[in-house]
């Protein structure tokens, strides 16, 4: 694990996903940490541009209305450190459609990528970023 005693994580939109469709995952509890004084979520606005299109596409599905995403999203956006990714480290990815995520990973030398989308992130590792799902990274955060 990381020495650093502050975390710099990004958290991959599969997460936001899953904790929306359940409140009894690992990632429900990670939404529901996103202040913990542990770490920092970091965010870019192709990752908030992602957020919005998949959870207002996702809406009826994980039971909340537009007005709930968008309030989430506020929320996200007043905690999270914004970051401009200014440099693409493409390709990366196994899938070309999360290079983005890597990017703003390697931008902000993110500590972790929480995401349940371990194998086509997982690149990310020859940055030295670990990549995590959320039970794993509040096992090792000593949260669950």
Excluded at 29 to 58: C, G, H, P
Excluded at 106 to 134: H, K, M, W
């Amino acid at each position: 694990m990381p020495s650093s005693n502050l975390y710099q994580i990004v958290v991959d939109t599969s997460v936001l996903v899953a904790g929306l469709r359940s409140n009894k995952g690992a990632a429900y509890q990670l939404l529901t940490r996103l202040k913990d004084e542990r770490w920092q979520i970091n965010i870019s606005v192709e990752l908030i541009l992602e957020y919005e299109a998949v959870l207002k596409r996702e809406q009826l599905e994980i039971f909340v209305t537009r007005t709930k995403v968008d309030a989430l999203l506020n929320d996200i956006c007043t905690i999270a450190n914004h970051r401009a990714v200014s440099y693409r480290w493409r390709p990366t990815a196994r899938d070309p459609d999360d290079d983005f995520v890597i990017d703003l990973a390697v931008g902000c030398q993110a500590d972790f990528i929480v995401t349940y989308n371990l194998r086509d992130i997982q690149p990310a590792e020859q940055f030295g970023i670990q990549v995590v799902s959320p039970k794993t990274f509040l096992e090792m955060m000593r949260v669950l």
